[in-house]
């Protein structure tokens, strides 16, 4: 095998196959729906991802938790550690934040 050729299959293994794997699982996450806990349908779609730092007894820790909304019920929800609740009122942010996003994707297509 000729030394370019080498090079070109050194950059498809370690430019391309990250980037496809990191785009396929951005689609993956976009299209995939969980189980909504208020109408048991599989219409629950993740609209926000939220990673922050939070002080427990003093020390720093990271932390994260989730949005969704259901497509069937239109209920929204906040996922915690695994556990979903009600999205309170001043969350809503973090959905409008998504659909803004949506929108400004879909008229820029
Ligand atoms: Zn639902």
């Not at 556990?83 to 008229?107: P, Q, V, Y």
Request: aromatic share 10%; proline share 4%; charged share 25%.
């Amino acid at each position: 095998m000729s030394k370019p050729m080498l090079g070109v299959l050194i950059c498809i293994s370690v430019v391309a196959v990250p980037v496809f794997l990191y785009l396929a699982v951005g689609y993956w996450l976009r299209i995939r729906r969980g189980i909504c806990p208020a109408c048991g349908q599989k219409r629950l779609k993740m609209v926000n991802f939220v990673r922050a730092t939070i002080e427990v007894d003093g020390e720093r820790a990271p932390d994260a938790w989730s949005y969704h909304e259901c497509e069937h019920c239109n209920k929204r929800f906040k996922q915690h550690r695994g556990r979903f609740t009600t999205a309170s009122e001043h969350e809503s942010r973090h959905f409008d934040i998504s659909r803004k996003l949506a929108t400004n994707r879909r008229n820029f297509a």
